[in-house]
């Protein structure tokens, strides 16, 4: 994958790539962790490191089992 996020709400910009990738998300984490401001930018990287991208910047992590992926604040 390759993606360029600037200054984006994390929870909008998941939903996104949910809706095109058919992931099934489950937001563990802080409600008010889905209105942080992101910005990445991955060049040619697998799902998890697209997705480690971007959460870690809004300080959650995820666990994935095939499609579905689990989001949590980060311990």
């Not at 992931?23 to 984490?29: F, R, V, Y």
């Amino acid at each position: 994958f390759t993606l360029k996020i600037s200054n984006q709400p994390v929870g909008p910009v998941i939903d996104q790539l949910a809706r095109q990738l058919k992931l099934s998300i489950d937001w563990a984490g802080p409600a008010e962790a889905r209105n942080s401001l992101i910005s990445c930018e991955v060049r040619e990287a697998t799902l998890d490191e697209m997705l480690t991208a971007i959460l870690s910047t809004a300080e959650l992590e995820f666990s994935r089992d095939g499609d579905a992926v689990t989001i949590k604040g980060q311990k």
